[in-house]
C-alpha cells in the first residue's frame, strides 16, 4: 500500500463525527468461532479525499471531517479505523458475529487467505469468514467452525467425507491407510455396504473400507469380491468347492437350490458349495445324478425307497447304461444297484449313487478297482533283500513317493539281482515292468538308500532332515553342490524300468500299475504323500525322463497317470 504521511502536530477530535461505528464491536480471533448468529453486514464509506497519517498508536486516515472511523474504502481497498480512536487495525477481527481479516497494510483480505499456516476462506464480497461447506470455483471445500479449511477425513451429520491436500472435497476411489474407499461422485458421501461404481458392484464395511478376495455376507446372501474388490458373477472356486454368483443379481451366491446354467442343471447345498458325484432329487420325483463337473442328467425314477433307470421317453432300462457319462447298472426290473455287482465275470463297485467307480479304493479302502471299473488286485511279488534295508521306518517319518526311471530295459527281477550283485547296497523299495509286472525288494517299514544326495539346502526345502537312521553304507556325497541326505529316511522309491534317452513311451500297463501301487502305498500309510521325481530331489539327474513330465503332474494332482 503506498500511503501518504502527514506528521501528526495537533490532536483530532472525532467524538461525534461518526457515530455509527460506535455500536461496533471487535476482538482477537479465538481457536472457534461462537454461535452467535444475526450476521450484519457494514457499510463502507468511499473515501476520495483524504491522507493517512502515522501516529504513535497507529494509522489514521484524515480528512477535512477529521479522523475517520469504521469501515471505508480508500483506492478500491477496504480498511477499519476503530470506532474510538480511529486507529487502522490489523489481522483478525470479530464484527457483529463475524470475522474479517486485515493484512499488514491494513487492507482487507478476500477469497483464500493463509494465516499461521491456515487456510481461511473470506467472502470476496464482504470479506466474512465463511465456514461450513462452500463450492468455490468449481470444488467443494470445508471450512471448520473456526473458518480453518479441513484435509483429510471429515464427519458431517453422520455422514464421512474426505478433502484433498488442496481442501478439494475427493471424489470416486480414494487410497487411504492401505484400503480403498469409495466416495460418491454426485456428492462426496462415502460409500458403505453395496453400491455400484462404473459397471461394477462392490461392498464397503461400515468404515467405507472395500472388501476383496473375500467371502461377504449382507442381509440377502453372500457375495464375493474379487482382488480389485468387483463383485464376482458367474462360476467361482474356493476351498476347492464350485460356486454359482448368479449375475442376473450382482453375484449373490445361490445356495440350496436348482438352477440352469446354458442349458445344464446344477444343484447346491445351503452353503452354496455345488453338489457333485453324488444323487439329486428332481422335481416329479424324478433321479437325477451330478457328474463330478457338477452337470445332472435326470436317470430315472423314485419308486418307493428304489430308483429305476429310465430313458428321456420314461421306459425302463436294464443293464449298464451310460448316462451323462458315468456308468450306472439296473437289475432285470430296471432297479438301480449299487455296492458290489458281478457282471461278466468280472466284480464291479457302484457308489451310494449308483455311480460306476473307477481308478480308486473303495469299500473303505480294501479294494482297489480300475479304470474299466472292475475290481483288481495289486499283485505284488516280493522278493526282499536284506542288504538293501537301512533301518526301521514308520508312517511318522512317510511324507514323498519318489518315482526313478532305471535308464535301462530288463525285467524287475533282473533290476533287483543287478542291484545285489555290485555290493552298494542302493536300491528302490518297488520296481515296476514294462509290462506291469511290480517287484517289491524293501518292506514298507524299512529304509532304502534310493534317492542318494540331493542339492544344497534340499534338506530344510523338503523337511528331511538327517537325523542319523540311515546308516548312509554306500553313500558318497556329490561334490560340494549335493550335500544333502535325509530324503531316503522319509520317502518310498519306485524304479520304472524305462530309458528317457531313446524316447520311448511308458506303457499302459506300466502306468496303470503304478496307480495301483500309488494307492497301495496310500492304504498302507493311511495318507497321500507328495509324489516327487529324482530330479525334483537331485537337480540335473535325468529321471525321470520329459515323457514322464505329463503323467507327473497328473500324479501331483489327482494320483493316476491319466
Not at 474356493?238 to 436348482?258: F, N, R, T, V
Not at 444297484?337 to 469299500?363: E, R
Not at 478297482?369 to 534295508?389: E, H, L, P, T
Amino acid at each position: 500500500m503506498s500511503l501518504k504521511i502527514v506528521k501528526a502536530t495537533t490532536t483530532f477530535c472525532v467524538g461525534c463525527l461518526l457515530t455509527f461505528a460506535l455500536h461496533l464491536s471487535f476482538s482477537i480471533l479465538p481457536a472457534y468461532a461462537d454461535n452467535e448468529t444475526d450476521s450484519i453486514t457494514p457499510a463502507v464509506v468511499e473515501q476520495t479525499e483524504g491522507t493517512w497519517q502515522k501516529t504513535a498508536s497507529g494509522w489514521k486516515y484524515l480528512t477535512s471531517e477529521g479522523a475517520q472511523t469504521g469501515f471505508i474504502k480508500v483506492s478500491g481497498k477496504t480498511y477499519y479505523l476503530d470506532p474510538s480512536t480511529g486507529i487502522m487495525k490489523t489481522g483478525w477481527l470479530k464484527l457483529d458475529n463475524d470475522w474479517y481479516y486485515f493484512n499488514n497494510s491494513g487492507a482487507m483480505a478476500t477469497g483464500w487467505k493463509k494465516v499461521k499456516g491456515v487456510w481461511y476462506y473470506l467472502e470476496p464480497a464482504n470479506g466474512k469468514m465463511a465456514t461450513g461447506k462452500h463450492t468455490i470455483n468449481g470444488a467443494t471445500y470445508y471450512l471448520a467452525a473456526s473458518g480453518a479449511m479441513k484435509t483429510g477425513w471429515n464427519k458431517e451429520d453422520g455422514i464421512w467425507y474426505h478433502y484433498k491436500k488442496s481442501g478439494a472435497m475427493t471424489t470416486g476411489w480414494l487410497k487411504s491407510g492401505g484400503k480403498w474407499y469409495y466416495l460418491d461422485p454426485a456428492n462426496g458421501k462415502m460409500a458403505t455396504g453395496k453400491y455400484k461404481a462404473g459397471n461394477s458392484w462392490y461392498i464397503s464395511n461400515s468404515s467405507g473400507a472395500m472388501y476383496a478376495n473375500k467371502w461377504v455376507k449382507l442381509s440377502e446372501g453372500w457375495y464375493y469380491p474379487n482382488a480389485s474388490g468387483a463383485l464376482k458373477t458367474g462360476w467361482l472356486k474356493s476351498g476347492g468347492k464350485w460356486y454359482w454368483l448368479q449375475p442376473e443379481k450382482d453375484g449373490l451366491m445361490i445356495a440350496d437350490a436348482l438352477t440352469t446354467v446354458k442349458n445344464v442343471r446344477y444343484s447346491f447345498t445351503s452353503s452354496g458349495a455345488m453338489r457333485a458325484n453324488c444323487q439329486v432329487k428332481l422335481e416329479n420325483n424324478e433321479y437325477g445324478y451330478a457328474a463330478s463337473s457338477g452337470a445332472i442328467s435326470t436317470i430315472g425314477a423314485y419308486e418307493g425307497d428304489k430308483v429305476i433307470l429310465k430313458d428321456a421317453q420314461g421306459k425302463t432300462l436294464t443293464g449298464w447304461q451310460k448316462i451323462g457319462g458315468t456308468w450306472f447298472y439296473a437289475d432285470a426290473n430296471g432297479v438301480m444297484q449299487t455296492g458290489w455287482v458281478k457282471t461278466g465275470g468280472k466284480w464291479y463297485w457302484l457308489a451310494s449313487s449308483g455311480a460306476m467307480a473307477t481308478n480308486t479304493w473303495v469299500d473303505g479302502g480294501k479294494y482297489y478297482v480300475g479304470s474299466d471299473g472292475a475290481w483288481v488286485q495289486v499283485n505284488i511279488i516280493k522278493d526282499f533283500r536284506s542288504q538293501f534295508s537301512h533301518g526301521t521306518k514308520t508312517a511318522k517319518y512317510q511324507k514323498y513317493i519318489v518315482i526313478h526311471d532305471t535308464e535301462g530295459g530288463g525285467t524287475p527281477q533282473n533290476v533287483i539281482a543287478g542291484w545285489a550283485s555290485n555290493g552298494r547296497r542302493v536300491a528302490a523299495h518297488f520296481v515296476i515292468g514294462k509290462d506291469g509286472t511290480i517287484v517289491q525288494c524293501v518292506p514298507l517299514d524299512q529304509i532304502a538308500h534310493h534317492a542318494g544326495y540331493g542339492n544344497k539346502g534340499h534338506n530344510a526345502k523338503f523337511g528331511v532332515p538327517e537325523d542319523g537312521r540311515d546308516d548312509m553304507k554306500g553313500a558318497t556325497p556329490i561334490g560340494s553342490y549335493c550335500p544333502d541326505y535325509g530324503m531316503n529316511s522319509y520317502s518310498i522309491g519306485i524304479e520304472l524300468i524305462h530309458q528317457g534317452s531313446s524316447g520311448e513311451a511308458y506303457p499302459k500297463a506300466q502306468l496303470e500299475a503304478l496307480n495301483k501301487l500309488i494307492a497301495h502305498i496310500d492304504s498302507y500309510y493311511g495318507f497321500e504323500s507328495t509324489i516327487i521325481d529324482h530330479k525334483t530331489w537331485r537337480i540335473g539327474n535325468s529321471d525321470t525322463s520329459k515323457e514322464f513330465a505329463k503323467y507327473l503332474a497328473n500324479y501331483r494332482d489327482h494320483r493316476t497317470y491319466n
